[in-house]
């Protein structure tokens, strides 16, 4: 594992030494083309990180649990991303997948819960407004407000907050060192704006992170979205229905470049501790098993995007089957 997060760091900080040191020296136009670029390529990058930061927090980054949650802790923090916090709460996804009440992310809601503005936003306008929101602010309107993250009782169901709902007793210190972590990096952060300015720390980090943060909801709203999916009620949902009920899909090259995580989806739901230089070898040993239960998509990524977002709005039961429970 520390060899991919190794390699994934020195690719990294080729892309940040040859932005700072070149183009500074580039003709006024070209810049327009380099940074771009850069932002580009460096989101892909650190969205590669992210994936094997998330790995620590499923115990599968090393044999060491403590060994585990530091380098979790130090990575998830440099990206913004409260590691403990969202290690239980990613963690509680993982156990209740497909669960139409208690499944964290991405819970489709029933026609009869879709509010008056809704047939609104079924346009092509209202679609590219939606995804736009979606994937420029939804993960962090998620991790600070819960937003379209499964009800909670009993308080303000916050990533930060660690007398939120969403933790027990035993998890609420290691919310506060997710908190210590996050804002070690913001000091950090706000140093490094008072010496290069913010424009700097814009151009060098923010706009990548904002690519790794959309990747981040791209990737996860079409691996749990999608036609053929079911989804369950209580009386018929248990843990191997709803690890089937996710979905592989193929990005290309950008596959490699964020560790699989995009196209062995379905044997990281059935083997979550498998670390991901496995899941490749784990697919294809699963794929004759499962037969028709695998799920796969190789429509190309943004036109699967757009169709997932015009057609899987919301889910009626099941209406050919005498089982109520299951969900389309």
């Known amino acids: ?157 916050c990533h930060f907050h660690p007398n939120a709902p969403i933790y027990n007793d035993r998890e609420r210190l290691q919310i506060y060192i997710s908190d210590a972590g996050i804002l070690a990096v913001c000091y950090g952060l706000y140093r490094y704006a008072a010496v290069q300015g913010v424009a700097s720390m814009v151009c060098f980090y923010g706009v990548p992170l904002l690519i790794v943060n959309g990747f981040l909801v791209l990737i996860t709203y079409l691996q749990h979205t999608h036609p053929s999916l079911p989804h369950y009620d209580s009386s018929e949902w248990d843990w191997l229905r709803g690890a089937l009920a996710t979905v592989d899909r193929d990005y290309g090259i950008l596959n490699k470049v964020f560790h699989n995580i995009t196209d062995t989806h379905v044997a990281h739901h059935l083997f979550s501790t498998m670390p991901h230089y496995h899941a490749m070898e784990a697919t294809k040993a699963i794929k004759p098993i499962l037969g028709e239960y695998y799920q796969f998509d190789g429509t190309p990524v943004v036109k699967a995007m757009w169709r997932e977002a015009k057609e899987c709005i919301y889910v009626e039961p099941d209406r050919q089957g005498e089982k109520k429970g299951v969900f389309w």
């Open 1 to 157: 594992s520390f060899s991919y997060l190794i390699w994934d760091i020195i690719i990294a900080s080729c892309f940040y030494y040859v932005a700072t040191t070149y183009f500074p020296l580039l003709p006024h136009p070209l810049s327009y083309f380099a940074w771009p670029l850069y932002w580009a390529c460096q989101g892909c990058v650190l969205t590669g990180v992210w994936v094997i930061a998330h790995e620590c927090g499923h115990h599968a980054f090393s044999d060491y649990q403590w060994l585990d949650d530091t380098v979790g802790l130090i990575f998830h923090s440099f990206l913004l991303v409260p590691y403990f916090s969202w290690k239980y709460s990613h963690r509680r996804h993982h156990s209740n997948t497909g669960s139409l009440e208690r499944d964290e992310v991405f819970v489709p809601k029933k026609k009869s819960d879709i509010k008056w503005y809704g047939k609104y936003l079924n346009n092509p306008l209202g679609r590219t407004v939606m995804l736009t929101v979606q994937f420029t602010l939804g993960w962090p309107l998620y991790l600070a407000f819960n937003v379209s993250g499964r009800p909670y009782d009993g308080g303000f169901a």
